[in-house]
């Protein structure tokens, strides 16, 4: 993807003063922080809205089939007669739990398989990237499938297979930092006067990729989002009656003559897809000013 | 011994611009100078004093955001302002510069062959052949040895030196009147440096032509130039003949640098450096440049500086008594 | 240069061995078997299936069996359709399968590749004028928003509401069939690829060699294409090899959204009804030309780069 993290050098020692200046920067950053604010926005209204609604997401109204939107239904109605608004936040909740857990995953995996590869170097490094390497050569959204019809199409089954399979660039990124880090003066220095691995670990290499870390981290929950809306169009995933916005929109495509089944799910998806890429780019630049 | 000659380049009150997001950078302003008809000018300064900007901007090869003013004008020619299809008829072939990093100055994707004979197929108008022979040529005149067979590789097989010569012998391909050398040994190993001097010294005796050669180490200078131009915080401070420099420096600047040389005929305990930092030309101050570093400073420093004339060959710039602080 | 190019390929053949390991065992270690779902079958005529599909054979030897037949080009036996050959399901006689998705892909990578190249190029050397404020907007909107997300809606505006284009089908391959899901396809690459051209040639540019070509005298035209092109190229065609992999994963998605009858269907139906060595043969195939087009990536980089020549 554009926002490389290749090139940051975020592998200089971080004291309390660089992360101050570092939220000092991201809060001038009106673009990030308007997004900021609307994922915050938007996550609270997937947790609320289902909850406080007075209709059930999967309430069924035969006489209220495909209604416009209305001060009734604010985002109209589907061919089953349910309110689309709640629906939307309820996938909305579906697709974040999704996504979050998703990302939490590949971050631990990514960040636990690369710093151990990084670190301990020789051998045992170059084996597990040479399985990244071949994990890489395999088209990722087949794979995905592959797994979810092998383990049952179930969300937490969906979500491990996806999660299981994106952690490649994470693991690589980290490997390169642990690397640089590894080679940094004052950690050599520590090294030298027998400092333990596990503090070295704990107190310079994990510290010092935070930086990476939460900028992927920004980069990877949009990118489980699209997986897993993508899964949906593959019969896959969540299924009826609980939904996500993947699986709106895809009804929403085959139902066109109500083209708000389409336009809310897919505007809601666009916002929060925009937000975490403007998010990340600031978090990015406020990490890595030049 | 440059004497009575006539000035080839003459700098008028040049100002150099940087648009950046914090304001303008000023890096060169309001400088004055001339090159006369086969000299070598040492300009020397730390790095920010505006000197390599100086020489981009006589080029027509400042970055984007850069704006030149004031006048250059070269054998009468005046520079600024021109089209770049007018420089072009110019550079490369009347002026030549050559740059500070040997490694990523020749194009890594073009043999050597192919950059250099373009600029005589260009300028002088040659066949490939006939370019390809004078390049040829070229290449052994800097000591470039097997040059018929190594002109037909890559940047990246020569070494460091090596590639400094064959950017020397590109840039004389067409015998210019002046070549301008920008720091050309500053990333090369202390013995290819000198091999580097004394090839930029025979050329001169060869081709007759006028260098300007831009550095910060005084040592270089004294080896190498007849006459050197101090110059700090995009100013000039002091020129002088090289001998004079030397012997009998005014400015405040130009002590400081002869003192941070380092010399085996004096026994010091230490090298003297220069205290503080070189000016933020985002906000220079009013007046002189120096002042903040300057341990001679004084009230009238903050005005106008005048220029003061020791001799025809020697001005400096400073408020300072001249003779007094000998 | 050959040598090269066969040590490339070499090196990769044990890439692609792991790969097809890997997915072997993994569908054939998963507990259960296809058939567990079909109801009332007789146990006659379940073993004859599971000797049909060699189910019945050690592990091992099902493995050996099946590389051998992928050696010879065959993906083996369809578990939905049965026993039809899956070679016969991708590879159709009529148009169908692999040569719909490699038809939409081709088309795709034909117009956004010169077209991202050159709308970057114009970009990085206009830098900060509206076109390049264009350009940067559109790789940040089209990165992140999906075919799935553009699909859609092109669909729902462009062939519903404004009657322009079929809403989708194949018809017979035809222009307006083919119009829309090719176009979305590229808005989804080609501002990527503008992006880094863009980036590369403002690197380029200044860059010191550029600058002692413009010491030189050389006039712009000469700078651009004799001395910027080839290192301008080379990032964008390191992006190319993965993207075009990615291009054909792209439009097995984008044939859901127009309803082709390419991969995307034999994938829906393969997941849908647990056709195993459809996935499998899909998964294989996939990474077979992700490889390919890697191999070819790297050739071309090597021709064009002087540096890694010897």
Redesign the interface.
Known sequence: ???STKNMDLAAPKTKGFWMSVFGRLAKNKLAMTSLFIIVTLTLMCIFVPMLSSVSYDKTDWGQILQTPSGEHFFGTDSLGRDLFVRCFIGGRITFEIAFAAAFVVLLVGIFYGATAGYVGGKLDTIMMRLV??LY???????C???????GNSMALSFVAIAAISWLDMSRIVRGQTLSIKHKEYVEAALISGVSNFKIITRHVIPNLLGVVIVYAALTV?NMI?LS??LS????GVTEPMTSW?LL??D??QN??A?WL??FP?GL??IT??S???LA?GLRDALDPR | MTNNKTSILEVKNLKVEFKVQDGKVKAVNGLSFKIYDGEIVGIVGESGSGKSQTMLAVMGLLAGNGTTSGSVKFMGNELVGLSSSKLNKIRGDKIAMVFQDPMTSLNPYLKISSQMTEVLILHKKMSYKEALAESIKMLETVKIPDAKNRIHLYPHEFSGGMRQRVMIAMMLLTRPKLLIADEPTTALDVTVQAQILELLRDIRQEFGMSIIFITHDMGVVANLCDRVNVMYGGGLMETANINEIFENAQHPYTKALLDSIPSIDQEVDKLRTIPGEPPNLLQLPDGCPFQARCDKVSDKCQTDIPLQKISNRHIVKCTLELGSMI | MLKFAIKRILVSVPTLLAIITLVFFLVHITPGNPFDGERALSPEALKSLMEQYRLDLPIWQQYLLYLNDLIHGNFGISMKYLGQSINGLLFPDNMGGFWVTLRISLYTMIVAVPIGILFGAYAGLHKNSWFDKIVVAGNIFFTAVPTMVTGPLAVLILAVTLRLFPAGGWGDGDFMHLFLPVSVLIFAYAPTIAFVTRGSVIDVLSSNYIRTARAKGLPTKSILFKHAIRPTLLPVISLLGPMFAGVLVGAVVTEQIFTLPGIGVLTTNAATNRDYNMIMAITILGSTLTIIFNIIVDILYMVLDPKIKQ
Do not use: E, K, R
Request: charged share 5%.
């Open positions: 993807m554009v926002f390497d071949v050569g395999i088209p990722f959204l087949f794979f499938i592959l797994l979810i019809t092998l383990f949009p699209v809306a993508v169009f593959f019969g896959l993947g929109i895809s929403g495509a066109m003559d083209w389409l336009l897919a998806m666009i897809l925009l975490f890429a403007f780019n």
